[in-house]
T-cell receptor, first 112, second 114 residues
Framework: QKEVEQNSGPLSVPEGAIASLNCTYSDRGSQSFFWYRQYSGKSPELIMSIYSNGDKEDGRFTAQLNKASQYVSLLIRDSQPSDSATYLCAAPRGGSQGNLIFGKGTKLSVKP | DAGITQSPRYKITETGRQVTLMCHQTWSHSYMFWYRQDLGHGLRLIYYSAAADITDKGEVPDGYVVSRSKTENFPLTLESATRSQTSVYFC?????????????FGSGTRLTVV
C-alpha cells in the first residue's frame, strides 16, 4: 500500500516566523511531489511541485526533496496570517496516469 | 467560463436515492478525477479517467458509477445513496503529461445523505 504521511498538526507559528511542514512517502519510485494549500471550506490549490533532489524556491515558499530519505518538506518564510490553511502533500500513485495520493494534511495557524 | 466547474455546490438527498454530481472542464485536459474528502481520511480517489470512454477505479469506488462520453464532462453517480457517502466531493483535471502535471480542483460539492 503506497502511502503519503504528514503530521496532522495543528502547527502554530508567530507571524514572520518560518513554518516547516513535513511529508514522508513510501513509494521509492515516486519522481514528482506536490504541495497543495487548502483554506477552510475551499478546494485544494497547487502551490509547489518538485521533481529533483534539493531545494526549489518560489517566493516565500521553498520545497525540499530528499529521495534517499523519502522525505519532502515545505518551508514558508515570513509567515503571514493569510498562510493559515491546511497543507496537503501529494505523490504519484505510480505509472504515468497522473493519479496522485494525498497525505491527510497539516493544519497551519499563523498567529499575528 | 474557463476552468473546472462542479454542480451542485450543495446537495441534500435521502438514503436510497440516486444522485449525480456534475463536473465540467474547459481545458480539454485528458485526465479527470473524483475524490471525496472526509475528516480523518483526507482526500481519497473514487474514480479517474485518462480520456473519453476510459475510466478506472480508485481507492473507494463502491457505490459509485462514472461515465465520460465527452472529454469535458465527468459525472459521478451515487446509485443508491447511503449516509456513509455524506462527504465533500472534489472533481479535478490534469493534462497528465510527463512529470510536470498537477491537478486543478473544482470548488467541490458538499453532499449530505439523510
Amino acid at each position: 500500500q503506497k502511502e503519503v504521511e504528514q503530521n496532522s498538526g495543528p502547527l502554530s507559528v508567530p507571524e514572520g516566523a518560518i513554518a516547516s511542514l513535513n511529508c514522508t512517502y513510501s513509494d521509492r519510485g515516486s519522481q514528482s511531489f506536490f504541495w497543495y494549500r487548502q483554506y477552510s471550506g475551499k478546494s485544494p490549490e497547487l502551490i509547489m511541485s518538485i521533481y529533483s533532489n534539493g531545494d526549489k524556491e518560489d517566493g516565500r515558499f521553498t520545497a525540499q526533496l530528499n529521495k534517499a530519505s523519502q522525505y519532502v518538506s515545505l518551508l514558508i518564510r515570513d509567515s503571514q496570517p493569510s498562510d493559515s490553511a491546511t497543507y496537503l502533500c501529494a505523490a504519484p500513485r505510480g505509472g504515468s496516469q497522473g493519479n496522485l495520493i494525498f497525505g491527510k494534511g497539516t493544519k497551519l495557524s499563523v498567529k499575528p | 467560463d474557463a476552468g473546472i466547474t462542479q454542480s451542485p455546490r450543495y446537495k441534500i438527498t435521502e438514503t436510497g436515492r440516486q444522485v449525480t454530481l456534475m463536473c465540467h472542464q474547459t481545458w480539454s485536459h485528458s485526465y479527470m478525477f473524483w475524490y471525496r474528502q472526509d475528516l480523518g481520511h483526507g482526500l481519497r480517489l473514487i474514480y479517474y479517467s485518462a480520456a473519453a470512454d476510459i475510466t478506472d477505479k480508485g481507492e473507494v469506488p463502491d457505490g459509485y458509477v462514472v461515465s465520460r462520453s465527452k472529454t469535458e464532462n465527468f459525472p459521478l453517480t451515487l446509485e443508491s445513496a447511503t449516509r456513509s457517502q455524506t462527504s465533500v466531493y472534489f472533481c479535478a483535471s490534469s493534462d497528465g503529461t510527463g512529470v510536470s502535471y498537477g491537478y486543478t480542483f473544482g470548488s467541490g460539492t458538499r453532499l449530505t445523505v439523510v
